[in-house]
């Protein structure tokens, strides 16, 4: 009996589809234009801008994890709850990166999961509004405006004016300023 109920209860475990994770990456190239300027508007997740010198070109890596989606039900959640662009606009280029979290799975946890890489021309001047998660910003001339939700932050190597207008929680780390560094916390 007791080999029969084992038989069973490994049978009906391997009848239950497995927990599904799938990762897509996106990524986004925008030729750098006249105005050295990018605004970065993002929601929840690791964030992290680098200056590369020789480049006219931003570029930008999104890394997507669904914790339990398989790649069609990944591929609806992106068409349906993302919004990932870079265009160039007048006053500069701008990337927004944001799922919109709504409905249950939201609050179970099972929202999908986004990290950017973002490569910028190291003369740029970068002005960045980060919902949650960390945020490391390196080897950047121009100035850098930042408005951080929640996470840790940390700037390194700037040569232009820093202003950090709202870190809201989480640790603020900066090193290596060349310019002014003005903190409203």
């Not at 990456?25 to 200056?51: M, N, R, S």
């Not at 990166?97 to 609050?107: D, K, S, V």
């Amino acid at each position: 009996m007791r080999r029969v109920m084992a038989v069973a209860a490994a049978s009906l475990l391997a009848a239950l589809p497995a927990a599904a994770e799938h990762t897509e990456v996106i990524e986004l190239e925008l030729k750098a234009g006249a105005v050295e300027h990018l605004q970065i508007d993002t929601g929840a997740g690791p964030l992290e801008i680098t200056g590369v010198p020789d480049t006219d070109r931003i570029r930008v890596r999104a890394e997507i994890r669904f914790p339990d989606a398989d790649a069609d039900e990944a591929a609806e959640i992106l068409a349906e709850r993302l919004r990932l662009t870079l265009e160039q606009g007048i006053a500069g280029a701008e990337l927004v990166a944001e799922f919109n979290q709504t409905g249950w799975r939201a609050f179970l946890g099972e929202s999908p999961t986004m990290s950017l890489d973002v490569r910028v021309p190291e003369r740029y001047s970068l002005e960045v509004e980060d919902g949650s998660g960390s945020l490391a910003i390196r080897d950047v001339r121009g100035d850098i405006d930042v408005d951080d939700g929640s996470g840790g932050v940390t700037i390194n190597g700037v040569e232009g004016d820093l202003t950090v207008l709202d870190a809201g929680s989480g640790s603020l780390r900066y090193d290596n300023i060349g310019g002014k560094v003005e903190v409203r916390d």
